[in-house]
């Protein structure tokens, strides 16, 4: 058991550009979920997958957000045209649905800075 | 909908004194109740959780946690504080209704500080 990891770990990018991130969850989880932390606040949900099939995405803050998980196993987070209020921690977790409750592992996060 | 909130945003103690986070929820389920712990430039760490068996829920490094349905509380405490506790903690809800968004709620966070 490697834990989650994310990739990479800081990102600085100019306002208008497009960023991607990618989360590789613990091998044998098959939900993956993506959360946003900003300064001073706790993680908030954003979307989540169980093997590839996304089954929440309401929550993804606008339509420059989405997310993929093609193949089951890993998955990447991407924003197009950036703005600075998109600077923040994103968060990756996986999880094992075997019984309730879902607990959730988390990778170190990917910090993302738009100047 | 569910919702979380951590009573106070910064908890100082000193070394080798008691610790108590305070947290009380809102659910419309039968909830599962989580305390993750953050230290900086490191991954949420789960301490502990609660499923609905044992009310008083024993986590890693001493912590413990009760639930208390008539109070929607579940707060956090270890019987003596160590340097090495002094991080960001989040008290964390998740309704689990059997489909739909599973997604954790997370509350704002209590920053504890550990005095020599």
């Known amino acids: 058991d490697t834990g989650v990891s994310q990739d990479p770990r800081h990102k600085i990018t100019k306002r208008g550009q497009n960023v991607t991130f990618r989360c590789d969850p613990i091998?044998?989880?098959?939900?993956l979920y993506w959360y946003r932390q900003t300064l001073g606040q706790g993680p908030e949900f954003l979307t989540y997958?169980?093997?590839?099939?996304?089954?929440?995405k309401s929550r993804l803050l606008s339509d420059r957000f989405s997310a993929e998980r093609p193949k089951g196993s890993f998955s990447t987070l991407e924003i197009q045209r950036t703005e600075q209020g998109d600077s923040a921690m994103y968060l990756c977790a996986s999880s094992f649905r075997l019984a309730a409750p879902y607990e959730q592992y988390f990778g170190p996060g990917t910090r993302l800075t738009v100047t | 909908a569910q919702s979380v909130t951590q009573l106070d945003s910064h908890v100082s103690v000193s070394e080798g004194t008691p610790v108590l986070l305070r947290c009380n929820y809102s659910?419309?389920?039968?909830?599962?109740l989580f305390w993750y712990v953050q230290h900086p430039n490191k991954g949420l760490q789960l301490l502990l959780k609660y499923t609905s068996a044992a009310t008083l829920v024993k986590g890693i490094n001493g912590f413990e946690a009760e639930f208390k349905k008539s109070e929607t509380s579940f707060h956090l405490t270890k019987p003596s504080a160590h340097m090495s506790d002094a991080a960001e903690y989040f008290c964390v809800v998740s309704d689990w209704t059997g489909g739909g968004a599973d997604g954790l709620t997370f509350g704002k966070g209590t920053h504890l500080i550990i005095q020599p």
């Open positions: 091998s044998e989880h098959n939900r």
């Open positions: 997958f169980q093997n590839e099939a996304q089954l929440e």
């Open positions: 659910s419309s389920y039968s909830p599962s």
